[in-house]
Nanobody, 125 residues
């Protein structure tokens, strides 16, 4: 059974950076496409970014394009989300999720089978 644990969240100032990690256990991440999602209070869950199994295909929400970078290190069984030029509107709980059925990734949460517990990101001065 795959388990995902996010880390790296916290408080950042506007314009600052954070790097989130999604560490897997119980199975190798080689077999999974990975997505990052976020949910702010009172808002629906939003797909932020995703990466294919091999890492050659990535996708970003328009709101984070050019600021966030997703990457994966299958040897470390970990996927990262580097977040630069943070804005207050990036404040949310961030979740990673894993999909074994598809090679390419999706920003639709319904295709993902496994979810982490989330990590809080707060952007404020």
């Amino acid at each position: 059974q795959l388990q995902l644990v996010e880390s790296g969240g916290g408080l950042a100032q506007p314009g600052g950076s954070l790097r989130l990690s999604c560490a897997a256990s119980g199975s190798t991440l080689d077999y999974y496409a990975i997505g990052w999602f976020r949910q702010a209070p009172g808002k629906e869950r939003e797909g932020v970014s995703c990466i294919s199994r091999g890492g050659g295909f990535t996708k970003y929400a328009d709101s984070v394009k050019g600021r966030f970078t997703i990457s994966r290190d299958n040897a470390k069984n970990t996927v990262y989300l580097k977040m630069d030029s943070l804005k207050p509107e990036d404040t949310a709980v961030y979740y990673c999720a894993a999909d074994r059925r598809h090679y390419y990734c999706s920003d639709y949460g319904g295709v993902y089978d496994y979810w982490g517990q989330g990590t809080q990101v707060t952007v404020s001065s």
